[in-house]
């Protein structure tokens, strides 16, 4: 459709006082319909940014802001990132040039050109070239003694964190053993890693479901902490850039050209083309510093979560269970990779009907998850089998060797519960990271995506047994395949496990 016919639309919703559902339902349309020009007429819709950055920065309604810039970073730019082809990079450095320079004459953009404007940056045309530039540009690091400080900017999620981040820092502090490693990120990633991790975590937010101006905040405050951390602590320091959101994929600089690094965890050359993250971050490090032994991603749990998981599963195990079995059924906010209630429920039940097995489920955040993990508990329950509801810090009482144990947990103490038991079950998500790093066997549900090298990028990493199911479709539009996909799921875990041993 033409972005005019688009734009009157818009129009007509901002008269009509519509609500946000209403405009991101359009603004959806608009970003859905730069993609099929840019796949498959080659065609790069400029005018249809235009419009998706209009309706994102506020020249209309508060609601017209809110769907705007989901559909934009929600839709376009997601797909954009996620693909993993050849050519999107190039398109995504397009795009983001043009959604930065638009937010330049705003009022609220003035502190994001001024600070822009100290890396010699004006323009949509200078911002384009340097994102060129830094992807292009060969990366090497001879000298190994003339960094104080490595700054990494955090992956924002805590599953990618898990899978590079962790990496990346004990790669470096091989490398560079007197240096100080710092992780730029939120401080709850402090929950998986803690005082033993070989790198300080400095705080940093990052508004993942913020308007169009949030998003580049978290930049500016990462500014501010270089800034602040050079001021009071001078040295030399070298800033790595994993494809971080901070940095929206390394379109915003932090320091000088030659005292960063841009980790490309979109590079699809021969070396990394089938790795996953785990694998691509120690190949690239190896490329830029030399040859050294890779590493599996790896977390530091608090040792006061750890021995309270210990103390309920060694509960647990006195009074009968046999196997302990952790499952996740949380997306992250992206419903894209859910297989839907009626799925999890029969997964469930599938899981504890072996005696002597109890389902540790992660209650999960937000009230739309913990509704989810609630109707898992009913159907168990209406099944007969033991189904109750306990924070984390509380054993249950009585005796209990199988059914379901819903528990109310952090991520620092959901990840020391599956440290204590027997196997993983869940969606692409960041328990099935942790559970990898832990040594657990894991077996990770990807749906939302049939791009082979998605699932390549992001299958976890660790020394234990690991098992990819892929679901293509969500079963609410396919209800008869519940019960095939679960089967599958159940006979193909079974099937390796008992390969274990188990």
Request: glycine content about 8%; overall charge neutral; proline content about 4%.
């Amino acid at each position: 459709m033409p972005t005019a016919l688009y734009q009157r639309s818009w129009e007509s919703l901002s008269n009509d006082g519509a609500g946000e559902d209403r405009f991101f339902h359009l603004a959806r349309q608009i970003a859905l319909s730069f993609i099929d020009q840019c796949y498959y007429n080659d065609h790069y819709a400029r005018k249809h940014v235009d419009l998706l950055c209009d309706i994102a920065v506020g020249l209309g309604s508060e609601a017209a802001r809110a769907g705007g810039t989901a559909a934009l970073f929600g839709v376009l730019i997601e797909q954009l990132c996620d693909d993993y082809e050849d050519f999107q990079p190039e398109t995504y450095a397009r795009v983001m040039s043009q959604v930065i320079a638009r937010c330049f004459d705003l009022p609220e953009g003035s502190q994001l050109r001024q600070s822009l404007r100290r890396f010699r940056i004006e323009s949509e045309e200078d911002l384009h070239r340097r994102a060129l530039h830094i992807r292009k540009r060969p990366n090497h690091w001879p000298d190994r003694n003339a960094v104080d400080r490595v700054y990494i900017l955090s992956r924002v999620t805590i599953g990618a964190d898990v899978a590079i981040t962790s990496v990346l820092v004990q790669r470096l502090k091989r490398i560079f053993p007197r240096a100080e490693i710092v992780i730029l990120g939120a401080a709850k990633l402090g929950e998986i890693f803690t005082a033993d991790c070989p790198a300080r975590i400095r705080p940093l937010q990052y508004a993942r479901s913020g308007n169009l101006m949030e998003r580049f905040s978290s930049w500016q405050d990462a500014l501010a902490i270089l800034d602040e951390e050079n001021v009071f602590r001078p040295g030399p320091i070298l800033v790595i850039d994993p494809d971080s959101r901070i940095s929206q994929l390394g379109m915003l600089p932090l320091v000088s050209d030659d005292r960063y690094l841009f980790f490309d965890t979109h590079d699809t050359s021969a070396m990394y083309r089938k790795a996953s993250m785990a694998e691509l971050t120690n190949r690239w490090v190896d490329h830029v510093f030399g040859s050294g032994s890779p590493v599996y991603p790896a977390v530091w749990l608090p040792s006061k979560s750890v021995e309270a998981a210990q103390t309920l599963v060694g509960k647990l195990r006195y009074e009968g269970c046999k196997r302990l079995i952790v499952a996740n059924f949380g997306v992250g906010g992206n419903e894209r990779k859910r297989l839907g209630t009626e799925l999890e429920i029969q997964l469930a039940l599938s899981l504890i009907q072996v005696p002597g097995t109890i389902l540790l489920l992660d209650m999960g955040l937000g009230t739309e998850e913990q509704r989810y993990s609630r109707q898992i508990l009913c159907s168990a329950r209406a099944m007969g089998h033991v189904a109750i509801e306990v924070p984390f810090s509380r054993c249950p009482e009585g005796n209990i060797s199988s059914g379901v144990l819903c528990i109310k947990a952090t991520i620092g103490e959901i990840a020391s519960l599956i440290s204590q038991c027997d196997e993983f079950v869940g969606y692409d998500s960041a328990c099935q990271h942790i559970a990898a790093a832990l040594g657990i066997p894991t077996t990770t549900i990807f749906a939302g995506t049939s791009s082979p090298r998605f699932i390549r990028r992001w299958k976890a990493s660790g020394p234990a047994l690991l098992r990819i199911v892929h679901v293509s479709g969500h079963t609410s539009q396919l209800p008869d395949h519940v019960e095939s996909i679960v089967d599958r799921i159940v006979r193909d875990r079974s099937t390796h496990l008992e390969g274990q041993g188990f």
